[in-house]
C-alpha cells in the first residue's frame, strides 16, 4: 500500500465541556489532568508517535491557560499553532479555522478530549490512499450519542448524526478522529447549520459521500475513551495506564 505522507495535525480544543460541571469553570477542558498530565498533553503525545511535527489546536474557552501550559511545557517534537474560535458554533466551523494552517495538505484530526491508543493514528494514513477521508470507528451497543457509521466492506457508504436511541442498524460509531485531504474545507463552506443549531463536520462528511467521494475507515480495538463526563475521567487513566 502506499503511503501517503502527512505533516500536519489539527486538535479541537475550543470548548468548556459544561458535561464536567465545576470541574472545567476554572480550567478548561483539554488540561483536566489524566495521571498527572492534561489530557491534551496525552493526545499530542499519541499524534507525535506517527512523526507529525506541524500541530494546530483551536481553542477558545480559557485559551490563555491553554497557551501558557504549553509555553511552559513544550512537547517533544511537535510545534504548537494556535487558532481561535470565534463563535462556540459547532464542530464544523471550528474545522474551517484549519483552513490557512493546512493549506492543501492532507492532515490528521481529533479532539482534545479523545484518548486513544496511539497506533491508530498510523493507521488512518496507511488506509488513506485514494481516499478523500478515513474515519476511526468505534464497535458500539447502540452510537446514538454520537454518529452512527454505516460500512460496506472497507468504504463508508452513511453518517448520521446523534440519531434516535435504538435506530441504528450498524454497530459502529464515529470516534472523533479523522484523516482529511484539503478538499473537507470545501463542503465545510457551504454546510447548512444542523437542527441542533451547529455547524457539524459530519455533515461536511456526509457531503463527500453524496459527491461520490471514497471514505474509508478504520477499527479502534485496543482503548479509547471520549471524555466527556467526570466519571469519564477516571476510565481514560486506567486507560492510558495499561496501554
Known amino acids: 500500500m502506499k503511503s501517503v505522507g502527512v505533516n500536519k495535525a489539527v486538535i479541537l480544543a475550543a470548548g468548556r465541556g459544561t458535561r464536567m460541571k465545576d470541574l472545567t469553570v476554572e480550567c478548561p477542558k483539554p488540561l483536566l489532568p489524566l495521571n498527572g498530565r492534561p489530557m491534551l498533553a496525552h493526545v499530542i503525545e499519541a499524534i507525535e508517535s506517527t512523526g507529525i511535527t506541524e500541530i494546530l489546536l483551536i481553542v477558545r474557552y480559557k485559551a490563555e491557560m491553554i497557551k501558557d501550559f504549553f509555553r511552559d511545557h513544550p512537547p517533544a517534537q511537535a510545534c504548537l499553532t494556535y487558532k481561535h474560535q470565534p463563535a462556540q458554533d459547532g464542530t ?39 481516499a478523500a477521508a478515513v474515519l476511526a470507528l468505534k464497535s458500539m451497543d447502540d452510537p446514538y450519542r454520537g454518529a452512527a457509521v454505516y460500512v460496506e466492506g472497507r468504504r463508508v457508504t452513511r453518517i448520521i448524526e446523534k440519531p434516535p436511541r435504538g435506530a441504528s442498524t450498524t454497530p459502529w460509531g464515529n470516534a472523533g478522529i479523522y484523516f482529511f485531504r484539503s478538499s473537507i474545507f470545501t463542503e465545510l463552506e457551504r454546510i447548512p447549520l444542523s437542527p441542533r443549531g451547529e455547524y457539524e463536520l459530519t455533515d461536511a462528511i456526509d457531503q463527500l459521500l453524496a459527491a461520490g467521494q471514497t471514505l474509508h475507515w478504520v477499527e479502534i480495538r485496543g482503548h479509547w475513551r471520549d471524555v466527556g463526563r467526570p466519571e469519564d475521567l477516571t476510565a481514560a487513566e486506567h486507560a492510558l495506564t495499561g496501554r
Not at 92 to 103: C, D, K, M, P, V
Not at 106 to 122: A, M, Q
Open 92 to 130: 464544523g466551523s471550528a474545522t474551517l479555522q484549519a483552513r490557512e494552517f493546512i493549506g492543501d495538505e492532507p492532515f490528521l484530526l481529533t479532539f482534545g478530549d479523545i484518548i486513544v491508543e496511539p497506533s491508530i493514528y498510523s493507521r488512518l494514513i496507511e488506509f488513506a490512499e485514494d
